[in-house]
């Protein structure tokens, strides 16, 4: 029979190695990519260009462009850890219905693109897509949304922290990596372990632009907390949309909500910026 000593060792060994495993395996649990890309905006009918840029560092990465047919905004799209760009054909085409042009990539390590998808990577990466756009295709920032749906809402924010644009909006975003790891590993010291930061919280506090954060109350993997707490954190002018569904699908479950929120902000971000321009002429 075990003595108390050999139990609490058996229990101490357990649970070291559970922590072990939870460390390296933190990669494949943070980026989940697909590399087969077999379907393109064509197959909804959409007119499109296939964009390939590099990144800072080197790294080439494959992108799609479909161009605003009203409106004359576009939303730098950054999706979140799972697939490509592929499984967001949805949202895609709810963009375009509204009337605004859509630049949307893969990180590396996704779809065509090139390398292994990391934290710095993916904000190069973003940084890179917004280069294009306003570089290559001369974009003006402040007809730039940069919309990010859960990681992609973190990396979003990171760069609208760091860059000129119209609009922020985050998605079933979460506050930090850490706070995901300790809603999930309750019981382990996260914070010592954590292998990534995507602090979206600190980030949204940079931000200078108007902020729009859109989560369900019935998200099961993001809770609707965090997004509460990333608003609270951002800065004025700023907009909070409840949705109801499940993470990946609350958007189309809530559709008639989520389009009628996105025309009523694209709405706001015009006499706002009308607004500020004809002070600015005032002056």
């Known amino acids: 029979m075990l003595t108390f000593v050999e139990i609490i060792a058996v229990l101490l060994i357990a649970y070291l190695t559970l922590g072990g495993a939870l460390y390296f395996m933190q990669p494949k649990f943070t980026y989940s ?72 990539f893969d990180y590396r390590g996704y779809g065509d693109s090139e390398g292994k ?61 850490v706070d995901m790891g300790r809603k999930f590993y309750p019981y382990m010291p996260v914070r010592w372990f954590a292998r990534f930061s995507y602090s979206t919280i600190d980030y949204i506090r940079k931000v200078r632009c108007p902020v729009l954060i859109i989560h369900s109350r019935n998200d099961e993997i993001v809770p609707f907390e965090f997004g509460l707490e990333l608003y609270e954190a951002a800065n004025e002018p700023k907009e909070f ?15 008639e909500i989520y389009n009628r929120a996105w025309a009523k902000w694209l709405k706001f971000l015009e006499q706002y910026y009308e607004g500020r321009s004809a002070g600015q002429q005032a002056c």
Not at 36 to 64: C, H, I, M, R
Not at 148 to 158: E, K, T, V, W
Not at 241 to 255: A, D, K, Q, Y
Request: with cysteine; proline share 3%.
């Open 33 to 104: 990519p697909t590399r087969e890309v077999s379907y393109a905006p064509d197959e909804l009918g959409l007119d499109f260009e296939n964009v390939v840029f590099k990144t800072g560092d080197g790294v080439q990465l494959s992108s799609w462009f479909v161009p605003a047919e009203e409106s004359g905004l576009t939303v730098l799209f950054c999706h979140g850890n799972g697939g490509n760009m592929m499984h967001r054909l949805d949202s895609i085409d709810i963009l375009h219905n509204l009337g605004l042009g859509c630049f949307i």
């Open 117 to 177: 998808p990391s934290e710095e990577g993916t904000y190069l990466d973003a940084m890179a897509a917004y280069n294009w756009l306003t570089k290559v295709k001369n974009v003006p920032a402040n007809r730039i949304i940069i919309f990010g749906r859960s990681l992609g809402g973190s990396i979003a924010a990171q760069l609208a922290g760091k860059v000129d644009a119209g609009a922020l909006i985050i998605e079933s975003g979460f506050t930090s990596y």
């Open 241 to 255: 949309v409840e949705l109801f569904g499940s993470h990946n699908g609350s958007f189309l479950v809530s559709r």
